[in-house]
């Protein structure tokens, strides 16, 4: 039996962390693994509560997430982080620097609930939907979930099927991460904490995104101007599933450029 976080590893190389958004597990880059772990080490977590990681009794927020992540993860790698994952990534490049070398994020965003200053993002309402629908039937709220996620991919179809598999391959997520997840999407903001990022960053989007709309690339560049952006032309919330890959080539271009300037 898992005893904390697991951690999948393949690959050698220089090491290279990924974490998975909410709802998921560290499965999902089953697509795109392969193809790193030829050039790195690569480590697949499940967080907290997901997959085959357990969840304690701890109050499930960003700085417990955060904590069980480090325990795990080499002293000094690059970070990919997807949705989620790359809120949890940023939060790790700004306060730990120190432990990373380079970092990709995925349909992410510092601030994921709109704000005045912060349209282009997830309403109250469908943050607060979602919550009131995982008290009812949380693995309906899942599946609702990742269809909000392939929408508007050329793939849709295709994108959520294999969504849907991946999701429960190893049982059901605990409804305490589950909530947990939600609140940090809800409470979480690190667009001040972006000035403290100085390592090399590129951040990836789709282009029919809903949950992280592609003006969000623009809003972040303000905050990051030496960060670098891409956007996936026929992609919605998971680049790495309908455009597999041109993400991989982003990728890999991005890291090794990243090795360089160590």
Request: proline content about 5%.
């Amino acid at each position: 039996m898992i005893m904390g976080i697991y951690v999948k590893r393949s690959g050698n190389g220089p090491a290279l962390v990924l974490l998975h958004g909410w709802g998921l597990h560290g499965d999902i880059f089953q697509y795109v693994v392969d193809d790193l772990a030829l050039h790195y080490r690569v480590y697949q977590l499940d967080l907290p509560g997901f997959g085959q990681s357990v969840v304690n009794n701890t109050p499930y927020t960003l700085e417990y997430v955060i904590e069980k992540v480090l325990e795990v993860t080499p002293e000094n790698a690059h970070w990919l982080g997807w949705s989620l994952g790359g809120l949890i990534a940023m939060a790790i490049s700004s306060r730990f620097p120190e432990r990373v070398v380079s970092l990709i994020t995925v349909a992410s965003s510092p601030r994921f609930l709109q704000a005045d200053d912060w349209p282009n993002a997830m309403t109250n309402e469908m943050l607060t939907i979602l919550q009131g629908y995982l008290v009812e039937d949380f693995r309906g709220t899942l599946i609702r979930f990742l269809a909000i996620q392939a929408l508007g991919s050329k793939t849709q179809q295709q994108d959520l099927q294999q969504l849907k598999e991946l999701t429960f391959r190893h049982g059901e997520p605990a409804p305490r991460a589950l909530q947990g997840g939600l609140d940090i999407l809800h409470n979480t903001d690190l667009r001040e904490e972006l000035k403290q990022i100085s390592v090399p960053w590129l951040r990836l989007y789709g282009r029919l995104d809903s949950l992280v709309p592609e003006k969000t690339a623009a809003a972040v560049a303000t905050l990051a101007p030496e960060s670098e952006s891409f956007i996936f032309n026929s992609s919605s919330h998971a680049p790495f599933i309908s455009e597999k890959n041109s993400f991989v080539k982003q990728c890999l271009k991005f890291l090794e450029k990243s090795e360089l300037m160590k």
